[in-house]
């Protein structure tokens, strides 16, 4: 069974940091371009980044929101994908899901975690 | 860039059909077919129900469809069934810069 979960939410104060995991399973990780997600609680969903496949260098791209704070990166052989957060932000705050993008359905999110809970406050 | 537009809310009768729409700009929605839809229950991940404006994953009903027209997407849910009470959220590429935008969110409500 194709399966994303996330790990590492928690509890940070503003100015802190967190690294979030995503552990994939029932599919090969390497052929697939990794987004995360994000919704604070109440509100819509976010677009936070991306890294693109092995074919691809694993190159990354992030939106304006969080470049310059937040890493994606991933270990294609634990079949694991990490999100590192630095210089968090009380507006950081939110439900963070790992993703598939363009995996059996081009250009769309096809693939989604259940999502793990990031709260940024003192 | 700014998110795309949906309304807040719509609702509608069982059996009855109902359109979202999603409004964005030339530079994203206008600009490239690759629009998606995603169901969200409450407590629940997002489920992806369209893809490439019009498409449907395997598996997902075909009262389900989309359509663009210029910078506005949408979609209709038609035979609406209670199980349809749930966010909607549009999606679309904005080019090599921005790259993602979502919609802010539309909840349909099945009277």
């Known amino acids: 069974e194709v399966q994303l979960a996330e790990s590492g939410g928690g509890l940070v104060q503003p100015g802190g940091s967190l690294r979030l995991s995503c552990a994939a399973s029932?599919?090969?990780?390497?052929?697939?371009?990794m987004d995360w997600v994000r919704q604070a609680p109440g509100k819509g969903l976010e677009w936070v980044g991306r890294t693109r496949n092995q074919a691809n260098s694993y190159s990354t791209e992030y939106a304006a929101s969080v470049k310059g704070r937040f890493s994606i990166s991933r270990d294609d052989s634990q079949k694991s994908l990490y999100l590192q957060m630095n210089s968090l932000k009380p507006e950081d705050t939110a439900v963070y899901y790992c993703?598939?993008?363009?995996?059996?359905?081009?250009?769309?999110?096809?693939?989604w975690g259940q999502g793990t809970m990031v709260t940024v406050s003192s | 860039q700014s998110a795309l537009t949906q309304p807040a809310s719509v609702s509608g009768s069982p059996g009855q059909s109902i359109t979202i729409s999603c409004t964005g700009t030339?530079?994203?929605?206008?600009?490239?077919?690759?629009v998606s839809w995603y169901q969200q229950h409450p407590g629940k991940a997002p489920k992806l129900i369209i893809y490439?404006?019009?498409k449907r994953p395997s598996g997902v009903s075909n009262r389900f469809s989309g359509s663009k027209s210029d910078n506005t997407a949408s979609l209709t849910i038609s035979g609406l069934q209670a199980e349809d009470e749930a966010d909607y959220y549009c999606c679309s590429y904005a080019g090599s810069f921005t790259f993602v935008l979502f919609g802010g969110g539309t909840k349909l409500t099945v009277l």
């Open positions: 993703t598939v993008y363009s995996g059996s359905y081009p250009d769309a999110f096809d693939m």
């Open positions: 030339s530079y994203d929605v206008g600009n490239y077919n690759l």
């Open positions: 490439e404006v019009s």
């Open positions: 029932g599919f090969t990780l390497t052929d697939h371009y």
